[in-house]
């Protein structure tokens, strides 16, 4: 069975950067669309971004022109890349993968803005 396990997350004030990864591990034949959501105490989980097998990103409005969404297909790895950092950011960061048709969230990297 293919898990998830993100790093990266941790404390950056406003204006900073951070730089998730999530890796893909275990029998893998296949991965597909791959992506980032996040959960803010008291709020349902959103979309942050998601990548196809091709490399075509599609971005929630919260992170255009903020976050980088980007793939490594030989690593099986997810990368998301976020600049100009706001509190409103903070959230649990979650990675979600297509693993063999199966859908797999990884247990979350905790993201924290200091204003």
């Known amino acids: 069975q293919a898990q998830l396990v993100e790093s990266g997350g941790g404390l950056v004030q406003a204006g900073g950067s951070l730089r998730l990864s999530c890796a893909a591990s275990?029998?893998?034949?296949?991965?597909?669309?791959m992506g980032w959501y996040r959960q803010a105490p008291g709020k349902q989980r959103e979309l942050v971004a998601t990548?196809?097998?091709?490399?075509?990103?599609i971005y929630a409005d919260s992170g255009k022109g903020r976050f980088t969404i980007s793939r490594d297909n030989a690593k099986n790895t997810v990368y998301l890349q976020m600049n100009s950092l706001k509190p409103e950011d903070t959230a649990v960061y979650y990675c979600n993968a297509y693993v063999n048709d199966q859908d797999c969230w990884g247990q979350g990297t905790q993201v924290t803005v200091s204003s």
């Open positions: 275990g029998i893998i034949f296949s991965i597909s669309t």
């Open positions: 990548i196809t097998i091709f490399g075509r990103p």
